[in-house]
C-alpha cells in the first residue's frame, strides 16, 4: 500500500444508469484522511445535505467514521459501497382488492393472494450488467434466491455479498424481510484478496 495519496472509485448510493458503469472517483485520499472525511467528500459531490445519511462499504463490513482510511489498507482504485442510511426508495403500496377479486371462486383464491407475494423483477447489479430475475417469491429465503441467480448467470464459484439499502442480504433470512419491492436493485460484491470489488 502506498504511503502517498491515491484515488478511490466510490458506487454512490441509488446509482443512475451511468453512475453503475461509471462510479464515482475520488481522488487525492491519503492513509490519514478519516472515513468521515471521506464520506463528506462524497456527500459534497452528490449533492448530499446530510453526509451522516451515507454508509461506507470495504470488503463487506462497515466503515467507522472515526477510523483513518489506512487501516483499511486501501490502494490505488480500490471501489468502496456508499448506501443511503435512510432508503430513499418508496415501498410499494399494500395492493388492495376489490371485492369481487377478493370473492371470485374457490380456485381463483389462492392464486390471487400468491400473485400479490410474487415480484415481477428484481434486477442484481453485476460489473457493467444487470442481471433481471423474474417470478421472485417473497416468502422464499434469499439463501434460495442467491443460488437461483448464481446457476442462471454462471456465477458459481465467486465468494459473493449481496447488499440492498443499507443491509448485507443473509441465506437465513426470508426477501419480504427486507422490503424488496417490484423493480428493486441489489447490488452483487465480490471479497477478493486485499479488498473486494463492487459489481
Not at 31 to 56: G, Q, S
Not at 81 to 108: H, I, L, Y
Not at 117 to 143: E, H, I, P, Q, W
Request: hydrophobic letters at 35%; proline letters at 5%.
Amino acid at each position: 500500500m502506498d504511503d502517498g495519496v491515491y484515488d478511490l472509485h466510490v458506487l454512490p448510493p441509488n446509482p443512475t444508469p451511468k453512475q453503475k458503469d461509471n462510479p464515482l472517483v475520488i481522488e487525492n485520499m491519503t492513509n490519514d484522511a478519516t472515513v468521515e472525511f471521506l464520506k463528506r467528500v462524497i456527500a459534497k459531490k452528490l449533492n448530499y445535505n446530510a453526509w451522516r445519511d451515507i454508509k461506507l462499504y470495504f470488503s463487506g463490513e462497515e466503515m467507522i467514521d472515526s477510523e483513518k482510511l489506512g487501516l483499511r489498507e486501501l490502494a490505488d482504485k480500490d471501489v468502496v459501497t456508499a448506501v443511503s442510511a435512510v432508503d430513499v426508495s418508496r415501498p410499494p403500496k399494500p395492493e388492495t382488492k376489490k371485492t369481487s377479486e377478493v370473492k371470485g371462486t374457490a380456485k381463483e383464491g389462492p392464486r390471487s393472494e400468491a400473485k400479490g407475494r410474487m415480484l415481477d423483477n428484481l434486477a442484481f447489479k453485476f460489473g457493467s450488467r444487470t442481471l433481471n430475475v423474474y417470478r421472485v417469491d417473497l416468502s422464499t429465503t434469499f439463501g434460495k434466491l442467491r443460488e437461483r441467480v448464481a446457476e442462471e448467470n454462471n456465477l458459481g464459484g465467486f465468494d459473493l455479498y449481496f447488499v440492498f439499502g443499507t443491509k448485507k442480504l443473509e441465506d437465513y433470512q426470508q426477501l419480504e424481510t427486507y422490503g424488496l419491492h417490484e423493480n428493486s436493485t441489489v447490488f452483487i460484491m465480490e471479497r477478493v484478496h486485499g479488498g473486494v470489488k463492487c459489481y
